[in-house]
């Protein structure tokens, strides 16, 4: 009997396990992780989780008993030393072989470590798993003073979940602007201003040089001569995709494993998905590795129908959201290279989207608690739409009728 066997325990792996059955595998599938849990939902870790509406029995993706009822055996605990490609085999780190027909490496990204003095100290915690969130939510209460490195997305989730608990949140920001990477400086001032409303200090074009350990607790040293006393801090600076496996095993890797439309690596039975992919996008005409729910999702479908033979390009818009205090972001697509932005909408009302344009045409949007714009946009946006700034602004009219 032939055998899938797939790497990783997240979002693309789970989704992966399903998608082969529906595309009408009949061999084996065998999932290895080296996380202990059954594959879980990430992105409640840095909001409801924090705050406590969601629990640790919420969090599973699917359950044990429908990976049962797929007949996917779980290998859970296990991490993998090495993939040998002549052999379609590979051995875990405790001297197991498992054999495959079609391999699906899924193995995501890794938290960018600091590198200042006292990196090491045990005040600090990154946000990647459940095990990470854990140990972050036993030290939240009210009046912890929580310092923040990074002002990404993580970084002000988390600032907003800590908040709504009552701790003192200072978040720290190289750039110039908070989302300086994903969004332009009209929203990036919106999230400044909705972050400063809840009492959360952000401190722009501020590194830092050093943290220490104090009688009374920690110190951090910033840049800018500032000291600031701290419980706890938490830093999200970037992510680093967890490539190293297919580089011992020979796979072409940048910024990810190298893949094509099918989601295929440069060898034909190995196929990597979600974070950890590095793939063409024929709409933007660049390669992209996403980290992003949705991504993981649909590339886990891609590859499961090429296996099965059923020949499938992967085309899909990129998009993702963030939950922030009372305000939901989705975006529908890319804003890099827009020439144009334009506000639909008062942003103080917390109801509003932002157009990105290039030479006129709808190329990405940030709808914020505005659902039905967000929709229309994930469907327009491959069509070419072509739209005035004039027809965006004008409230009165829908801007897609």
């Known amino acids: 009997m032939k055998t899938v066997l797939i790497i990783g325990g997240g ?3 789970a989704a992966a396990v399903v998608a082969l059955r529906a595309s009408k595998w009949n061999g084996k599938i065998v999932m290895i992780s080296d996380e202990n849990d059954l594959p879980y939902q990430r992105p409640p870790l840095s909001k409801g989780y924090l705050l406590g509406s969601i629990n640790e029995q919420q969090l599973p993706i699917k359950s044990r008993f429908l990976y049962d009822k797929l007949d996917c055996e779980l290998k859970l605990g296990i991490s993998v030393a090495h993939i040998d490609r002549n052999s379609k085999r590979l051995t875990t780190k405790n001297g197991e072989h498992v054999n495959y027909d079609h391999l699906i490496i899924a193995t995501g990204t890794s938290a960018r470590k600091l590198s200042v003095p006292g990196a090491d100290l045990e005040c600090v915690h990154y946000l990647r798993t459940l ?5 972050i939510k ?5 009046r912890t003073k929580l310092l923040i490195v990074g002002a990404g997305y993580i970084g002000l989730e988390i600032a907003a979940s800590a908040t709504k608990i009552g701790a003192n949140v200072v978040v720290l920001e190289t750039q110039e602007r908070v989302l300086s990477r994903v969004t332009n400086p009209e929203m990036s ?18 590194g830092l040089n050093e943290l220490r350990r104090t009688s009374t607790g920690y110190q951090a040293f910033l840049n800018n001569g500032e000291i600031l006393h701290f419980d706890l801090a938490v830093v999200g600076i970037g992510v680093q995709p967890n490539q190293a496996l297919a580089e011992e095993a020979g796979l072409e890797c940048n910024n990810g494993i190298v893949v094509d439309s099918t989601t295929r690596t440069n060898d034909p039975s ?3 998905i ?13 390669r992209l590795r996403l980290e992003s729910v949705p991504n993981a999702t649909e590339q886990a479908k891609i590859a499961a129908k090429n296996i099965c033979g059923i020949y499938s390009d992967y085309n899909a818009l990129p998009w993702f959201w963030s939950e922030q205090y009372d305000v939901k972001l989705q975006t529908a697509g890319l804003s890099q290279g827009y020439d144009m932005s334009v506000l639909r909408g008062d942003m103080s009302t917390h109801s509003f989207a932002l157009f990105y344009l290039k030479a006129g045409k709808l190329i990405a949007m940030d709808a914020i608690n ?8 994930k469907q327009l946006i491959l069509a070419g739409f072509n739209i005035t700034p004039e027809r965006i602004e004008d409230i009165n009219s829908d801007w897609f009728s």
């Not at 036993?138 to 009210?142: K, L, M």
């Not at 009492?199 to 722009?204: A, E, F, N, P, T």
């Not at 979600?274 to 660049?286: L, M």
């Open 131 to 135: 095990a990470d969130a854990k140990r």
């Open 189 to 206: 001032d919106f999230y400044q201003t909705l972050h400063a409303s809840n009492g959360v200090d952000i401190k722009l074009n501020t």
């Open 270 to 272: 190995i196929y990597a």
């Open 370 to 377: 505005s659902p039905r714009d967000f929709i229309k946009a």
């Open 274 to 286: 979600g974070d950890v992919s590095n793939h063409p996008n024929a709409f933007y005409t660049t």
């Open 138 to 142: 036993q030290y939240i209460a009210p």
């Open 11 to 13: 979002h693309a792996a």
